[in-house]
């Protein structure tokens, strides 16, 4: 790709971070916005800004994307700043003020949800729609919508292609994403917006959320600490490393119409597999408390990567052992931040 400008939102989270942060090592500018919401300890979050912060072609504003009398004048400035000298910007026929926006801001996890949906709903429906609404009066042309594969739900025939159904999500989470998504091709059908929603599998990897098992595993077997498992540690997840995933967000900016597809790491494994491979990795044993399965979790996840392959040219490249081992570093190398950190709920 040419050099461009992009829109980043949620810049600070652990995805948004790392495409923002390949983004700018290939020559590119990039606008990122994130909220610093306390979903969990935002001093994670500034660590992040901290290293994008070292590019010269990285700029930050916080902001919540729900919020559109905010969102609007970044586009609008954006505008202006584009315009030759002599002119002042006309909307729908001056330079677009990003070559994309691609829309990482969100609330992720699927058991708070449960316990606060709309919270949810107003960033991730809400907040989408905002962006939408911007690309469409700005003339931004395309849109990469972050989603994720819990809107396929219990009883969706693995491995997970993007023609199953997703008429049944689990939690608030996958329903506010399913939302998010048929939003996007509302925009697609009426206002011509190129449009890719991204479904990730379980991301993990170094500076990850601390909600998520990997962070919570490494960090408190690493600790001597008991672990919690929820039910028999016999459910399978496709863990995917964080940068794969950018990678694969950064080429799902080509043009492609109106696509959904996934990403993940093509090779799933139990729970227990992962604690065990964990442990290996950080030389200790587990301690582990097992306390009851949680309704809203899915049993299995499995990822059918045919059409990312074939779209986008894309395939993981970390296997979960690697993975591992560079996630065990980051936390050794960055262990009196993580361990200053509030805890987060299993």
């Known amino acids: 790709m040419a050099s461009s400008r992009y829109l980043v939102t949620g810049c600070a989270g652990f995805i948004g971070a790392k495409v923002a942060e390949l983004l700018l090592a290939d020559g590119h500018r990039v606008l990122g916005v994130d909220n610093l919401n306390e979903a969990y300890d935002p001093r994670l979050k500034q660590w992040r800004l901290q290293q994008l912060s070292r590019h010269d072609g990285f700029c930050y504003r916080q902001l919540d994307v729900a919020d559109r009398q905010s969102l609007e004048p970044l586009f609008a400035r954006s505008e202006e700043a584009s315009a030759p000298p002599d002119r002042a910007p006309a909307r729908e026929t001056s330079t677009p003020p990003f070559a994309a926006v691609i829309n990482l801001a969100a609330r992720a996890g699927v058991r708070a949800s449960v316990l606060h949906p709309e919270i949810y709903y107003h960033t991730n429906c809400d907040g989408t729609l905002n962006l939408l609404e911007m690309c469409r009066r700005y003339g931004v042309k395309k849109f990469v919508l972050a989603s994720t594969s819990s809107v396929y739900g219990a009883d969706s025939p693995v491995p997970f292609t993007e023609a199953n159904h997703t008429s049944r999500p689990l939690s608030p989470y996958a329903a506010s994403k399913k939302a998010a998504e048929v939003l996007a091709y509302t925009y697609h059908y009426l206002h011509g917006l190129d449009v890719t929603v991204l479904r990730y599998f379980t991301v993990y990897g170094p500076a990850g959320r ?63 597999e992962l604690i065990s491979r964990i442990s290996a990795t950080v030389g200790r044993e587990p301690i582990i408390v097992r306390k009851p399965a949680h309704p809203a979790d899915v049993p299995a996840t499995w990822a059918d990567i045919t059409k990312a392959r074939r779209l986008l040219d894309w395939e993981p490249r970390i296997s979960i052992d690697e993975g591992i081992i560079k996630t065990v570093q980051w936390y050794r190398e960055n262990r009196e931040l993580v361990l200053s950190l509030a805890d987060c709920p299993p």
């Open 210 to 272: 601390p909600d998520m098992s990997v962070f919570r595993f490494v960090r408190d077997i690493s600790e001597g600490r008991p672990i919690t498992v929820l039910g028999n540690g016999n459910q399978s997840r496709d863990f995917t490393f964080v940068d794969d995933i950018a990678r694969g967000t950064i080429a799902a900016l080509r043009p492609l119409g109106y696509e959904v597809i996934n990403l993940g790491g093509d090779s799933p494994i139990k729970l227990c």
